[in-house]
């Protein structure tokens, strides 16, 4: 049997000690420690999505696009060959491009003919989709005019040249073609304002020979410098340096406004406390006294109350010489208490008791009893007469009705 007894207890210390670590685990402050955790991982994940995108959207708007072609269509017949390009909203205000325009060109008679030619680039504020010439001077931001000419080669190296490279041009791999880059514009920048930046340009390609063109393009590039030099150049490293100051600026003012949010509401919840302390005090001290008062209806007996106890005078024994224990009964003291009341009434409205009754049921009885009153008394006797008429009238009503 005691080893029996032995075994269980093992086995419960063995599973107490078992289930300690789990028990901890489990704890309310395990539970809220799990909770914080969970929702710092939480808020910082989403505010670090929130600084990528913050970051992508910021990179987008600040640093413009390297590099912007447009393919120019020209047009023939009436004057020289010009064309209009519309340009969107690629370029950016107060950022420095270098523009240059490309012609590709075939080595005929006419155009080595033409020798020196000018283009002319024009850029305009207002996008044009349309063939028309602009000439007002309030639509153009800029204009600039470059000369160009085709690679001079005399007779004999342009005829050893081509029979060189026979089998290419046969083949169909070099053409009799050449193409002009021409830099129109270095440096130009746009003063801040939509109205500001160029949305089309236009180009004009002036001769005095009819020349012929396969296509021409322009092509604007960005030239950096600050913040967008090493953002373009430095891209890891400027994300991860934006991204992370943007994530901890994030989680400083969420930081801030937790602090402010707890401590107002912890603020109100403490000063609505006391308010509800007093109404459940008053709740609870009502049904305290609702309680006693049913309590004392419920209770038919109560061993320290007076009202159940005898009327009578009672006289208890003691041991040895000791002066004997006399109750002197609950009818006395209610005496006592008319007395007190009778004299607080004489005094206070000089209204004399109704005891005639019991004065003359005393005289009566002492007549009968064959004694008689000398008139002769201080007024401690009357009151000591008076007081045993009273026990006396009470004695026969309480044994009237004992009867």
């Given at each position: 049997?005691?080893?029996?007894?032995?075994?269980?207890?093992?086995?419960?210390?063995?599973?107490e000690?078992?289930?300690?670590?789990?028990?901890?685990?489990?704890?309310k402050?395990?539970?809220?420690?799990?909770?914080?955790?969970?929702?710092f991982?939480?808020?910082?994940?989403i505010?670090?999505g929130?600084?990528t995108v913050?970051y992508?959207?910021f990179?987008?708007?600040?640093?413009p696009?390297v590099?912007?072609e447009?393919?120019?269509?020209?047009?023939?017949?009436?004057g020289?060959?010009h064309?209009i390009?519309s340009l969107?909203?690629?370029?950016?205000s107060?950022?420095?491009?270098?523009?240059?325009?490309?012609?590709?060109?075939?080595?005929?008679?006419s155009n080595?003919?033409?020798?020196n030619?000018?283009?002319?680039?024009?850029?305009?504020?207002?996008?044009?989709?349309?063939l028309?010439?602009?000439?007002?001077?309030?639509?153009?931001?800029a204009?600039s005019?470059?000369p160009?000419?085709?690679t001079?080669?005399?007779?004999?190296?342009?005829?050893?040249?081509?029979v060189?490279?026979?089998?290419?041009?046969?083949?169909?791999?070099?053409?009799?073609?050449?193409?002009l880059?021409?830099s129109?514009?270095?440096?130009v920048?746009?003063?801040?304002?939509?109205?500001?930046?160029?949305?089309?340009l236009?180009?004009?390609?002036?001769?005095h020979?009819?020349?012929?063109?396969?296509?021409?393009t322009?092509?604007?590039?960005?030239?950096?410098?600050?913040l967008?030099?090493?953002?373009?150049n430095?891209?890891i490293?400027?994300f991860?340096a934006f991204t992370?100051?943007?994530?901890?600026?994030?989680m400083?003012s969420?930081f801030?406004?937790w602090?402010?949010?707890?401590?107002?509401?912890?603020?109100?919840?403490?000063?609505?406390?006391?308010?509800?302390?007093?109404e459940?005090?008053t709740?609870?001290?009502?049904?305290?006294?609702?309680?006693?008062?049913?309590?004392?209806?419920?209770?038919?007996?109560?061993a320290?109350s007076?009202?159940?106890?005898?009327?009578?005078?009672?006289?208890?024994?003691?041991?040895g010489?000791?002066?004997?224990l006399?109750f002197?009964?609950r009818?006395i003291?209610?005496?006592?208490?008319?007395?007190s009341?009778e004299?607080?009434?004489?005094?206070?409205?000089?209204?004399?008791?109704?005891?005639?009754e019991a004065?003359?049921?005393?005289?009566?009885?002492?007549?009968?009893?064959?004694?008689?009153?000398s008139?002769?008394?201080?007024s401690?006797?009357?009151g000591i007469?008076?007081?045993?008429?009273?026990?006396?009238?009470r004695?026969?009503?309480?044994?009237g009705?004992?009867?």
């Amino acid at each position: 049997m005691a080893s029996s007894e032995e075994e269980h207890s093992l086995v419960v210390k063995t599973v107490e000690t078992a289930l300690t670590p789990l028990r901890a685990a489990l704890s309310k402050p395990a539970q809220r420690a799990y909770l914080g955790t969970f929702l710092f991982a939480a808020t910082s994940l989403i505010l670090l999505g929130v600084a990528t995108v913050a970051y992508s959207l910021f990179y987008l708007n600040f640093v413009p696009q390297v590099g912007l072609e447009r393919v120019i269509h020209l047009q023939f017949g009436n004057g020289h060959p010009h064309g209009i390009v519309s340009l969107g909203t690629a370029l950016a205000s107060l950022q420095s491009y270098d523009i240059t325009v490309n012609l590709h060109l075939p080595r005929t008679p006419s155009n080595l003919a033409a020798g020196n030619f000018m283009l002319e680039l024009s850029l305009l504020s207002l996008p044009s989709n349309t063939l028309v010439t602009i000439d007002t001077s309030s639509d153009v931001l800029a204009r600039s005019l470059r000369p160009a000419i085709l690679t001079y080669a005399s007779p004999i190296v342009d005829t050893a040249s081509k029979v060189s490279q026979l089998p290419w041009y046969l083949l169909g791999w070099r053409k009799e073609s050449e193409t002009l880059e021409v830099s129109m514009m270095e440096g130009v920048a746009f003063p801040k304002g939509w109205r500001n930046v160029p949305g089309s340009l236009r180009l004009e390609i002036q001769s005095h020979e009819q020349m012929q063109i396969y296509h021409a393009t322009v092509k604007f590039v960005a030239r950096f410098s600050g913040l967008r030099w090493i953002m373009y150049n430095h891209r890891i490293l400027s994300f991860l340096a934006f991204t992370t100051t943007f994530w901890f600026v994030s989680m400083t003012s969420t930081f801030i406004a937790w602090l402010v949010l707890s401590t107002y509401f912890s603020s109100s919840s403490t000063e609505q406390k006391p308010i509800k302390h007093d109404e459940d005090t008053t709740d609870s001290q009502a049904k305290g006294t609702i309680k006693t008062e049913e309590e004392e209806e419920d209770d038919p007996f109560d061993a320290f109350s007076t009202e159940d106890l005898s009327d009578t005078q009672r006289t208890f024994p003691t041991l040895g010489r000791q002066m004997p224990l006399r109750f002197p009964g609950r009818a006395i003291e209610g005496i006592k208490r008319e007395e007190s009341q009778e004299e607080e009434i004489e005094r206070t409205s000089g209204i004399q008791p109704l005891i005639g009754e019991a004065d003359d049921e005393d005289e009566y009885l002492e007549r009968r009893d064959g004694r008689t009153d000398s008139g002769l008394g201080t007024s401690l006797e009357e009151g000591i007469s008076r007081r045993e008429g009273v026990q006396r009238r009470r004695s026969r009503l309480f044994g009237g009705g004992e009867r």
